[in-house]
C-alpha cells in the first residue's frame, strides 16, 4: 500500500465536521424559542458549511494525508472522508428538502409552529452523530457515537407525536439500544483483549488493535466479532433484528426517514466494516457470518416488500435488502467485496434518500402514501422520471450505478466460488427490479394517458422551476411565504392534481436523479476515492 | 479478603437482577434495581482500592451517581405520570421465575468455563474476574429475559438497565484499566437512553391509556 502511512496531519477540519452541525442546533435551540417561524435557516447554513468541510477533508484524504486530530483519537483516511462526505450530503439535502415540507405540514395543522424549531435542532444533533462516528477511531466511542445517533434520532421518529409514531419511537429507541449494548459488549471483550499487547490507552484505538490483530485471543475475537456484527447490524436492520425498521420508515417525517435509510443504517455497517474486518484473514468465520447476514437480509426484505401497498413501507423493506448486499460484500472481504460494498454504500445512499424525498413530494401533493390511491392522481412527469431512475438504480439496470456495485458483488462471489451467495444476489437483484417497477409503475403509471397534453405541460413548467433553482438552496428561506401563500389559491384545481411541490423540492429530486447517473459513469475522482477507501480496509487487513 | 468480598457482592447482584425483573411492584423493581447499582459501585471501589488504581474511583462515583441516582430518579418521577402496578407478563410468578434462573445459570456457567478464553494475563483469568465475568453474563441474560417476556413498557425499560449494568460489570471483569475518556461518554450514553425512553414510553401511555407492549403489535412488524 503505497499511499499508506504517508503523511499524518492534525487537522482542524475533523474538528469542524461535528461540531459545526451541533453549533447549528443548538442555535436553532435557542433561536426557534423566539422565532420559531424561521426555524432551518441556521440548520441550512451549518449543513452546507459541513458539507463543505466534508468535500475539503475528501479532497485533502485523496490528495493521500491522511488527518488526525486529539492524538489519534479521530482519523480521516480515504474510507472516513469518503463516508463523511456521502452522509454530510444527504444530510445537506434532507435540512433544505425538510425546510418548505415541514412549513406545509405546519401550515396543514399536522405540527404546532412550535415544534418546527426542535425538528432542525434535533436533525442536526442527528447530522454531528453521525458525521462524528465517521472519522471516530476509537472502540468504545463507537458504541457511544453509534448510540447518539439513535438517541438523537428518536424524537425526530416520534416528530409527530401520534400514537404510531409514539409507537414507533418507542420500538426504534428500544431494539437499537438493546442493540448496541450487545456491541459495546463486543467492544469491552475485544479492548479486553488487547490492552495486555498494547497498553490501556491505544487498546482504544481501532488502528492499534489492527496491528495486533492475529496475536489476540482467537475465542475473544471471535465473541466480539459476533456480537459486534450482530449489535451493529441491528441499528442497520439486517433481517433478525429488524422489527423495528419498517414501522420507523413508515412513521417518521420523510426527511428524517430518507436520512435514516440514506445513512443512519450505514454509519453501522461502517463501524461494523472498521472494526470487524480487521479480524477477517485469521477468522474466516466472521466473514461468513456475515455473508449469512446479509443474504436472508437481502432475500427476506425484498420478498416482504412485494406485499406492501405503502410506498414507504415497501422502501423499508427494500432498504433492508440492500443493507443485506452491502453486509454481504463486506462478509466476501476481497478487493471487489469491498469495492462492492463501498460501491453500494454511496449508491444505495443517494438512490434510497431520493426515493424518499419523491415519497415526501408525494405527501406534499396527496396527503398519503397509499399506492394504489397514488395510482389515481396525475404525478409531475419530472417526479417520475426521477423516481424511475432510482427504481433502475436500486434494481441494478446498466449505465446506472447501482448495476457497477452490484456487478462488483456479483463477480466478488463468483471469485471466491460462493455460488450460492451470488445464485441469492442475482434472484435478489431481479427482484428488487420487479418489485420496484412493480411500485413505480402503480403510483405513476395509472393514470398516464389521462390529460396527456396537460400534464406536459406541468412538467415543463416544473422542470424550468427547478433547474432555474438547482444549485441556489438559500432560494428555499425566501420562497416559503410566497408557497404558504399560494397553498389555497392551488387547492382549488382538481383534487387529482394536487399541490405543486416547491422549487426548492423539485430541485433536491432533481439533483439526486442526476447525481444517480453521474455516479453511474463512475469517473476518476470517484474511482479512486473508493479505491482508496478499499485500499485503507485491505491496509487495515493486512495489519497496518 | 477483598477478593472474597467482591465475590460476594457480585453474587448479590444476581438476586437482585432477579427480584428487579419478577417483583410485580414497580415502586420496589426499581428499589431493587437501586440496590444493585450501589453494588456496583461498591464493587468498582473495591477493585480501585485493591488493584491500587484510582482511575476505578471515578468509575465507581459516577456508576453511583448515574445509575444508583439520576436513573433511579429518573424511574420515579416518570412513573408517577403512569401506575404503579405492572401490566401482566406472559408467564405466571412461579414458571418465569423458574425459567429466569435456569437461564441465568446457564450464562453464569458458560462464562464461568469459558472466562479463560477471552483474556490474555494470567492475573486476569483468575478470580475474583472470573466470578465476575460469570455474574455479568447472569445478569445480561436476566436483563434479556425481562425484555423478552415482560409486557409492560416500564418494566422493559428496567430490564434495558439491567442489561447495561451487566455490560458495565464485563468491562470491569475484562478490562479492569479501562481509561475514563470513555466512562464519559458510556455513562452519558445510557442516562440519556433511559430518559429518552421514559419520555416517549410517558407518550405512548397519554395516546394509548395502558403500558401494555402487546398493544403495540398492532403496528405490523
Known sequence: ?544 | MISYAIMYISLLMIVTSLLAVEWRMLPESIHTYQVQSVLIALIFALYAYSLNNPALYYWSGTALVSKGIIVPWLLRRYLIRVHSKETAPLLNALPSLVLGIAAALLAFGWAFNHHADLVLLESLAGEPFRMNSAVAAAVLMIGFYALLTRRDAFKIVIGLCLLENGVHMSLISLAPSIPETALIGVVTDVVVSVLMLLYIVTGVYRSAGSLDTSHIARLRG
Open chain 1, 1 to 544: 500500500m503505497a499511499e499508506r502511512g504517508l503523511q499524518l496531519i492534525e487537522s482542524t477540519l475533523l474538528i469542524w465536521l461535528f461540531v459545526v452541525p451541533a453549533i447549528a442546533a443548538l442555535v436553532e435551540y435557542a433561536l426557534g424559542r423566539k422565532f420559531p417561524g424561521s426555524a432551518g435557516r441556521v440548520a441550512i447554513l451549518g449543513a452546507t458549511v459541513t458539507f463543505g468541510c466534508a468535500v475539503a477533508m475528501a479532497y485533502r484524504v485523496y490528495e493521500g494525508a491522511r488527518l488526525i486530530a486529539f492524538g489519534h483519537q479521530l482519523l480521516a483516511d480515504p474510507l472516513a472522508g469518503f463516508v463523511a462526505l456521502i452522509i454530510s450530503f444527504v444530510g445537506w439535502v434532507a435540512t433544505i428538502f425538510a425546510y418548505p415540507y415541514l412549513r406545509h405540514q405546519v401550515a396543514e395543522g399536522k405540527v404546532p409552529v412550535e415544534r418546527l424549531p426542535m425538528y432542525f435542532s434535533w436533525s442536526m444533533f442527528f447530522i454531528s452523530t453521525m458525521t462524528a462516528a465517521t472519522i471516530n477511531n476509537n472502540l468504545i466511542m463507537m458504541y457511544v457515537l453509534v448510540e447518539a445517533t439513535t438517541l438523537a434520532s428518536a424524537l425526530l421518529v416520534s416528530y409527530y407525536w401520534k400514537p404510531e409514531s409514539l409507537e414507533a419511537g418507542y420500538k426504534y429507541l428500544l431494539l437499537c439500544s438493546v442493540g448496541i449494548t450487545i456491541g459495546l459488549l463486543g467492544c469491552v471483550v475485544l479492548y479486553a483483549a488487547a490492552v495486555p499487547l498494547v497498553g490501556g490507552h491505544n487498546a482504544m484505538l481501532i488502528t492499534e488493535i489492527a496491528k495486533v490483530a492475529n496475536q489476540l485471543p482467537p475465542m475473544a475475537v471471535l465473541m466480539a466479532g459476533i456480537l459486534i456484527i450482530i449489535g451493529f447490524g441491528c441499528k442497520a436492520g439486517l433481517v433478525p433484528f429488524h422489527a423495528w425498521l419498517p414501522d420507523t420508515y413508515a412513521e417518521s417525517p420523510t426527511p428524517v426517514a430518507a436520512l435514516l435509510s440514506g445513512v443512519a443504517g450505514k454509519v453501522a455497517i461502517y463501524a461494523v466494516a472498521r472494526i470487524v474486518t480487521i479480524f477477517f484473514p485469521g477468522h474466516s468465520v466472521l466473514g461468513t457470518f456475515a455473508i449469512v447476514l446479509g443474504a436472508i437480509s437481502m432475500l427476506l426484505g425484498i420478498i416482504v416488500a412485494y406485499q406492501q401497498t405503502d410506498l414507504k413501507r415497501m422502501l423499508a423493506y427494500s432498504s433492508i435488502s440492500q443493507m443485506g448486499y452491502i453486509v454481504l460484500a463486506l462478509g466476501i472481504g476481497s478487493y471487489l467485496g469491498f469495492y462492492g460494498a463501498i460501491y453500494h454504500l454511496l449508491n444505495h445512499g443517494i438512490s434510497k434518500a431520493m426515493m424518499f424525498f419523491c415519497c415526501g413530494a408525494l405527501i406534499y401533493s396527496f396527503g398519503t402514501t397509499d399506492m394504489r390511491e397514488l395510482g389515481m392522481k396525475k404525478h409531475s412527469r419530472v417526479m417520475a422520471v426521477c423516481f424511475f431512475i432510482g427504481v433502475l438504480g436500486i434494481g441494478g439496470m446498466p449505465p446506472l450505478n447501482g448495476f457497477w456495485s452490484k456487478f462488483a458483488i456479483y463477480v466478488a462471489a463468483g471469485q471466491a466460488q460462493m455460488w450460492w451467495t451470488l445464485g441469492i444476489a442475482l434472484f435478489t437483484s431481479l427482484l428488487t427490479l420487479a418489485v420496484l417497477i412493480r411500485a413505480g409503475a402503480l403510483v405513476f403509471m395509472q393514470r398516464s394517458h389521462a390529460g396527456h397534453a396537460d400534464s406536459h405541460a406541468q412538467a415543463f413548467q416544473s422542470m424550468a422551476a427547478a433547474t432555474a433553482v438547482a444549485g441556489a438552496s438559500g432560494m428555499s428561506a425566501r420562497h416559503s411565504g410566497p408557497v404558504q401563500a399560494a397553498a389555497p389559491s392551488l387547492q382549488t384545481e382538481t383534487q387529482a392534481e394536487g399541490r405543486r411541490c416547491p422549487p426548492a423540492m423539485m430541485a433536491v429530486i432533481i439533483l439526486m436523479a442526476a447525481l444517480i447517473i453521474i455516479t453511474g459513469l463512475n469517473f476518476g475522482f470517484l474511482n479512486h476515492l473508493i479505491d482508496f477507501s478499499v485500499r485503507s480496509l485491505l491496509g487495515q487487513v493486512a495489519g497496518g
